[in-house]
Every structure is written in structure tokens, then in C-alpha cells.
């Protein structure tokens, strides 16, 4: 229960600063002047940490077997978070913060429902329910709701 509440912590403040990287990324194209570069620079600036981390906690790098039994699809998860990046520099400063997280609250809550419910990308088999498509649904007036008024 005790590994539960912090998982459960770690997420939402991952979502709460999440919140915030549209908005900080945003403020770096006004400044650099184009979402492609300042998507770019907000990658590398993760990528020079992640580096850093794996220096100081002395994380051994994988050997040439390990990488080559990663499946294709494995590899396009920076393409994934690129894409993330570049669509939330161009929409946040058009939509505001709470209709563009909205809006990515949306679409992952729809693909996790296809994932989970093909048991796609190594997620366990969650059916699709009444229950479910109704979150969904509340999803939706959720954003018409923050984004209207």
C-alpha cells in the first residue's frame, strides 16, 4: 500500500510539472523564434540530464544482445515525445494550459483504452467496458467545459 501511494504521488507530480513543460517550451520559441528548435533544445537539455544521471548512478550501458532483441517499435518512443513536445509548443500559447492537457488527457485515455484492451505494447488485457467509453465521454465534456468557459 505504502509503494502504491507513491506511485501514485510520482504520477501526479509528473502530471503537474508536465503541465508546465507546454508553457516553459513555449516561452523558449517566443525567444528563439521558431517550435522546431525550441522543441530541439528542450530535448537536448533532457537528454544532457538523463546523461548526467546515468554517469552518477553509474548505470551500465546495455550490450550489443540487448539492443538488438529491442523490438522496431521500441525505438520510436523519442519520436513519440518529439512529437508530444513540438504540438504542445505550437498549441499551448493558442489553447492555454488547461484545453491542451485537456485535449492530451483525451487522446491518451482513448489510445490506453485500445491498448489495454488488445493487450498492445506489453500492457495486460483490460476489456473494454460501458464503464470505460463513459469516462471517455466525461473526458469530452470535460473539454468542452474548460475550454468554453
Not at 17 to 46: C, E, M, R, T, Y
Request: proline residues 5%; charged residues 5%.
Amino acid at each position: 500500500m505504502k509503494a502504491t501511494l507513491v506511485y501514485f504521488i510520482l504520477g501526479i507530480l509528473a502530471g503537474f510539472l508536465g503541465a508546465a513543460q507546454p508553457g516553459i517550451n513555449s516561452v523558449l520559441d517566443s525567444k528563439i523564434g521558431h517550435p522546431i528548435l525550441a522543441s530541439a533544445v528542450s530535448f537536448l537539455v533532457g537528454s544532457c540530464a538523463l546523461i548526467f544521471l546515468i554517469l552518477i548512478l553509474r548505470i551500465p550501458l546495455p550490450n550489443i544482445l540487448e539492443i538488438k532483441s529491442v523490438p522496431w517499435w521500441a525505438w520510436t518512443g523519442g519520436l513519440l515525445g518529439a512529437f508530444f513536445v513540438l504540438v504542445s509548443v505550437i498549441l499551448a500559447p493558442k489553447v492555454g494550459a488547461i484545453t491542451l492537457m485537456a485535449l492530451v488527457l483525451a487522446g491518451q485515455v482513448m489510445a490506453s483504452l485500445i491498448y489495454d484492451h488488445f493487450g498492445l505494447l506489453g500492457f495486460p488485457v483490460h476489456p473494454i467496458s460501458i464503464f470505460r467509453l463513459l469516462g471517455i465521454i466525461f473526458i469530452f465534456v470535460g473539454i468542452y467545459l474548460v475550454h468554453r468557459f
